[in-house]
């Protein structure tokens, strides 16, 4: 997986690409799907969701430049991936879901894997979570109309948010970066993502 999907394309970042290669992505999906998990596509997780391709993983963790010492806030838990690789990368990874069933099962394996930096709550993401803020990075997993200002004041000067903005059906990539007060958001590549469904999202 590391070589053929992600090496060969733009990933470079030896953090990413070690946390890519350490985490045993086949304990985040379903028994059924374990023979195509480090496959190059997304699978389904329940509840109508999906775990990201493993490259779109690694590109949005490598958006975020970290080095070791950040406090991180996910949006969209889902299986749990996207947080156990940041939890490899980071100090501390915060990570919000809105399905129960999908949290549960997260936990369940963060337990398992003794991934303990990771603290988890179920709730409406695009509101991001006030407590323990500010986030040096923010990364959302599920697409929504327009970046939540939620999560922009919760962001950290500077910060580095990423998320997939757009309609239903086809988004771009957004990288937003606060700087010195300021604020700069940059289209990176076309994606589909499932729903950011909430106050600042899509409707239910
Ligand atoms: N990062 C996940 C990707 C899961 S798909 C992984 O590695 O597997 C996106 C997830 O976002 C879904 O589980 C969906 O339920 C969740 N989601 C959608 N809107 C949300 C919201 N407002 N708050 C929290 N989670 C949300």
Redesign the pocket.
Same mark, same amino acid.
Do not use: M, N, P
């Given at each position: 997986m590391v070589q053929e999907q992600l090496l060969s394309r733009d990933i470079f970042d030896k953090r990413t690409i070690k946390a890519m290669s350490e985490v045993p992505r086949h304990l985040?999906v379903d028994d059924a799907m374990r023979g195509r998990a480090y496959g190059d596509h997304p699978l389904p997780?329940g %509840?109508g969701?999906?775990? /990201?391709q493993p490259y779109i993983?690694a590109y949005m963790t490598q958006a975020l430049h970290l080095q070791g010492d950040e406090k991180v806030l !996910?949006? &969209?838990? *889902? /299986? *749990?991936?996207?947080a156990a690789i940041l939890s490899r990368m980071c100090d501390k990874v915060y990570t919000? !879901?809105?399905?129960d069933s +999908?949290l549960a099962e997260a936990r369940r394996i963060f337990d398992k894997l003794r991934y303990y930096n990771i603290r988890s709550k179920l709730d409406? &993401?695009?509101l991001g979570w006030a407590e323990y803020s500010p986030y040096d990075a923010i990364i959302v997993? %599920?697409g929504g109309p327009t970046i939540p200002q939620p999560l922009i004041d919760q962001l950290a000067d500077p910060g580095r948010l990423i998320i997939p903005v757009g309609d239903q059906h086809v988004q771009v990539l957004q990288l937003l970066e606060k700087k010195e007060g300021k604020v700069e958001v940059t289209n990176l590549a076309g994606v589909r993502f499932?729903? +950011?469904? &909430?106050e600042y &999202?899509w409707d239910k």
């Open positions: 985040f997780i %509840a969701q999906t775990i /990201s993983v !996910e949006i &969209g838990t *889902g /299986s *749990g991936y996207q919000v !879901e809105r399905v +999908l409406d &993401g695009t997993t %599920a499932v729903d +950011l469904v &909430g &999202g």
